[in-house]
């Protein structure tokens, strides 16, 4: 088949290409009215020139602009699901989801083999492997159906392959780590780095596709921790005591995790690199985080004035106030212990939770390194107090364990529930101290200065799930706010 020219798709698909993004769970600007689509560069990812890799910039009513990849099958057969069609003179041309083609997968891992830098013009597509690549014999594929903000598909039980949909200029976290920490060769616990894809043309350079080490026969930790605590937990009545092997196997959960963060974090704080290299914690890094936090709080006191699905006695405690004096005097005891203090910023996982770290039989892998969707490249290659993902998995086992506690509800069982939650945390952050090693330095010389500042994190990360469960799971709004209530209790 002839290659299709950017033109011609311009003309006659991008404004059907357009409706078809709007409606898939990647996009992500759904609030946002879009003037049009324009194809900036359509590369040919295979000899047939029927798989495409779009490069595309749309355009909002509102003056903003956003480039997205979206590639695509060209075929001449009119069946299935397709984006458009177009007909003439007895020709007929379908436009599809390149997805959903068996033909995607394999052109991605042939231009892999080959090293492929691919042309549209000036502009390129540049394929590129690492030592750690090798082209499975089963090159069989499918697509991870739980993908929200990108794309991605398993080939051959070997390899996974993520496409980046609203693409940011500029390095690419989710790369970049995994790529150096592959190079230190100090932290094992994440997945190969096997390969990238990047653009360079009219929008700048920019990360299109990641391929790495799929963990076979893996689960996210969530998941695998729900199924077996689930199966763990029992109440007997009798004695009013709890089965002592879920006890023991969260607190298991809890120090594995907290060894795992402070592996991670003593590489991260290795690498040869002057943008990973620890930095003293300036007040600006505190500062920022104080006021997210006030606006958050703001922001949730108003929803929950507003709310009668809320526990009274919580209500209270946010109208009143007790929340803003908590941040005050923690964040006057921060600001006043920085300089003395030596507490370093490293370069930090960012969005580190339960769900980012597989379990599979060889132990825990970290994943997605791409720091929070929402925010710029600026901010997630930032470097931050290594107490930023501490506080993530602290959050994520207070949920973990009221998710799977959520029956008991007697004054027993709340006891032993608050109980696990405490001991858990002292389990977490002990194993987390001891596993830096050396490296508990980055922590600073005083360890009340890193509570203070863990609490700080652990506010700033409950309060914006607050704002979440208020606008869409209300019902679940008590456990980010007993988390504040919790870390603002005792400070003076």
């Not at 970049?176 to 230190?184: C, D, G, N, Q």
């Not at 506010?459 to 019902?475: G, H, Q, T």
Request: hydrophobic letters at 35%; charged letters at 20%; proline letters at 3%.
């Amino acid at each position: 088949m002839i290659k299709l020219p950017k033109e011609f798709m311009e003309e006659h698909f991008s404004h059907l290409i357009l409706k078809y993004a709007e409606k898939q769970r990647w996009y992500s600007h759904k609030s946002m009215q879009a003037n049009a689509l324009n194809v900036l560069e359509a590369f040919s990812l295979n000899d047939s020139n029927t798989i495409l890799a779009l490069m595309c910039r749309i355009s909002y009513v509102t003056g903003q602009e956003a480039l997205y990849y979206i590639p695509v099958e060209v075929s001449s057969v009119p069946e299935g699901e397709f984006i458009g069609s177009f007909s003439e003179n007895g020709s007929f041309l379908a436009l599809k989801d390149a997805f959903l083609s068996r033909s995607y997968a394999d052109s991605l891992m042939n231009n892999f083999t080959l090293g492929s830098k691919l042309y549209d013009g000036t502009s390129s597509l540049l394929f590129t492997k690492t030592a750690y690549f090798t082209k499975p014999e089963n090159s069989g594929s499918r697509i991870v159906s739980t993908e929200q903000s990108n794309s991605s598909l398993i080939v051959g039980n070997s390899i996974i392959i993520k496409s980046y949909r609203n693409l940011k200029r500029g390095e690419n976290p989710d790369i970049e780590v995994p790529v150096r920490l592959a190079e230190l060769r100090e932290f094992k616990e994440t997945p190969k780095p096997l390969g990238y894809v990047t653009y360079s043309g009219k929008a700048g350079k920019i990360y299109v596709a990641y391929a790495s080490e799929f963990i076979y026969g893996s689960i996210d930790a969530w998941s695998y921790y729900n199924r077996l605590f689930d199966g763990l937990l029992g109440y007997t009545p009798h004695n009013n005591e709890y089965s002592g092997n879920f006890q023991n196997e969260f607190l298991h959960a809890a120090s594995g995790l907290g060894r795992l963060t402070g592996r991670m974090h003593r590489a991260l704080s290795h690498v040869n690199d002057p943008s990973f290299a620890p930095r003293d914690i300036e007040e600006s890094d505190i500062s920022g985080v104080i006021s997210r936090i006030r606006e958050y709080l703001e922001t949730a006191g108003e929803l929950i004035s507003n709310s009668n699905e809320i526990d009274h006695l919580l209500k209270t405690s946010f109208v009143s106030g007790i929340h803003t004096s908590g941040l005050e005097t923690i964040s006057n005891r921060i600001l006043t212990g920085i300089r003395v203090s030596q507490a370093k910023k490293i370069r930090v996982h960012g969005d580190y939770h339960l769900g980012q770290v597989l379990v599979s039989e060889g132990g825990y892998y970290v994943i997605d390194f791409e720091g929070e969707p929402l925010r710029s490249i600026e901010e997630r290659i930032m470097q931050y107090p290594p107490v930023k993902d501490a506080a993530g998995m602290l959050r994520s086992l207070d949920y973990l364990l009221a998710f799977v506690c959520r029956g008991l509800n007697s004054g027993v069982e709340r006891k032993f529930v608050d109980e696990l939650r405490n001991m858990s945390e002292k389990a977490f952050i002990s194993s987390y101290r001891e596993s830096l090693g050396d490296s508990i330095t980055l922590l600073g010389s005083n360890e009340e200065f890193h509570e203070l500042l863990l609490r700080l994190f652990v506010v700033e990360k409950a309060a914006y799930e607050l704002i979440y469960e208020l606008n869409n799971r209300p019902s679940w709004a008590w456990v980010p706010m007993k988390a504040i209530t919790r870390m603002f209790h005792g400070i003076s």
